[in-house]
């Protein structure tokens, strides 16, 4: 009766988290702008295509929100009683919500904010350290190929550092460290797509400005 009451317990902390990372908050606040995110820039529900598509404060005000999403889904399963490593199934709920939100027709954002929050929740100390220092690389790589890939990759290697040299959880930290390559893995993956659509509909333009050699 314990285990099915645990096994529960999981499953619907791990639905409310997905539900949580669902909550369409770059695409809500991009539409009271007047701006479908979905249709802008990147075509990504995230802050930086807010802030490239809409303006620097909703960008803030989304980028607060989707970590909160993080924060909140380690919070309420730490609160419900979920402990380590079951935590790694809310995070990856919420992070599979930001990607495909049942409320925006399973579309979203890259999952990089929520992450973070997440990380910062699970590992209060030692996260927020390695969210610093992914942000940091990221501000000074931005010029650089591949400078996603740089911050988080050097993040990740900061907290698995500080959880080795002071004998925190690891397997904990090695599950949010394969997220965080998946949700790379994911946003990698989406950009060649919309690459690929943009040029497109780029050589689409060009075609019809074509003038028509029957007229």
Not at 25 to 48: C, K, N, P, Y
Not at 82 to 107: E, T, Y
Request: hydrophobic fraction near 55%; charged fraction near 10%; include cysteine.
């Amino acid at each position: 009766m314990s285990e099915f009451f645990d096994i529960a317990l999981i499953l619907a902390v791990t639905a409310a988290a997905y539900l949580l990372g669902a909550i369409p908050l770059a695409q809500r606040i991009s539409a009271w702008h007047g701006v479908d995110i979905f249709s802008a820039g990147t075509r990504l529900a995230g802050s930086t295509n807010v802030r490239l598509s809409v303006g620097k404060f909703p960008a803030f005000i989304v980028l607060i929100g989707d970590v909160s999403k993080g924060v909140g889904a380690v919070v309420m399963a730490e609160y419900a009683g979920v402990s380590d490593p079951w935590l790694l199934f809310p995070i990856s709920a919420v992070v599979i919500g930001h990607w495909k939100s049942v409320f925006s027709g399973f579309r979203g954002g890259d999952g990089l904010a929520a992450i973070a929050g997440a990380t910062i929740a699970a590992f209060p100390v030692f996260g927020l350290i390695s969210v610093f220092v992914a942000i940091v690389v990221a501000l000074g790589a931005q010029r650089l190929p591949y400078s996603s890939l740089l911050c988080l990759v050097l993040g990740y290697a900061m907290l698995v550092w500080l959880v080795i040299i002071y004998g925190e959880n690891w397997i904990l930290a090695v599950g949010i460290g394969c997220l965080c390559g998946l949700v790379l893995a994911n946003a990698s993956y989406g950009h060649r797509l919309r690459s690929r659509y943009a040029d497109l509909h780029a050589i689409e333009a060009d075609v019809s400005g074509f003038p028509d050699n029957d007229s």
